[in-house]
């Protein structure tokens, strides 16, 4: 009765290892076109990823981001419809006046801004920095320039500039009221750092929509 026991456990284990190669799958990730699949047994699971398509452009045809596999040919889009293309380089079209000197006034403030907090905390020279500040002021005057000769274009924008302007005069107001040195220096850097956390968000969106839509 036992050696029957015995060889029908024994016939049981060997239709279970027939069954399955593979007491543990050793998987191998799915690709694109592939599901999982043990490196032992060859067993799959699952199913394939997929490609996932960047978009065509004016120098490559569409890419899968995964297997690097193209698909098609180059679709002649550029990457803006201003200024140098970033995937050719090609000069594509002169940005409106108004939008070049919105930039330089980015441009300008950021350096202007980062001139003056460096003249605080690295030299100690407030009057240094106070013209780095009335660079700044000069620079927010030529973006209203635009603005006013605009009164329908860059509203949002216009809205979002507002609120810097009044930080800049509330800074005057507080250096004005200052009594020492300290407190001045303070007043520089705290407009240094309104200046930082107001960001550029509502001008990256307009000039992205200006120049690639």
């Known amino acids: ?73 180059p679709s002649g889009v550029h990457s803006t419809k201003y200024g140098k293309c970033n995937y050719c380089g090609k000069f594509i079209k002169e940005l409106s006046s108004e939008w070049s000197t919105l930039i330089e006034v980015k441009n300008n403030t950021a350096q202007a801004i980062m001139r ?35 009164p329908n274009d860059f509203i949002s924008m216009r809205k979002s500039f507002d609120t810097l302007l009044a930080s800049y005069r509330e800074f005057v107001k507080s250096y004005n009221a200052a009594t020492s040195k300290s407190q001045r220096e303070t007043c520089v850097l705290a407009m240094c750092q309104t200046y930082t956390n107001w960001g550029w968000d509502s001008f990256n969106v307009a000039l992205k929509d200006y120049t690639q839509n």
Not at 118 to 130: K, M, T
């Open 116 to 150: 003056a907090g460096q003249a605080i905390n690295i030299a100690g020279n407030l009057s240094r920095a106070i013209d780095e500040i009335n660079l700044f002021y000069s620079e927010l005057e030529r973006a209203y320039s635009v603005f006013n000769s605009n």
């Open 1 to 73: 009765m036992k050696k029957i026991v015995v060889l029908l456990l024994t016939m049981i284990l060997s239709l279970v290892l027939c069954s399955c190669a593979c007491i543990q799958h050793d998987w191998i990730s799915a690709t694109c076109t592939s599901p999982q699949k043990c490196r032992k047994c060859g067993k799959t699971e699952g199913v394939a990823m997929g490609h996932h398509w960047n978009a065509a452009n004016c120098v490559n045809p569409q890419k899968c981001s995964r297997c690097g596999i193209t698909k098609g040919n």
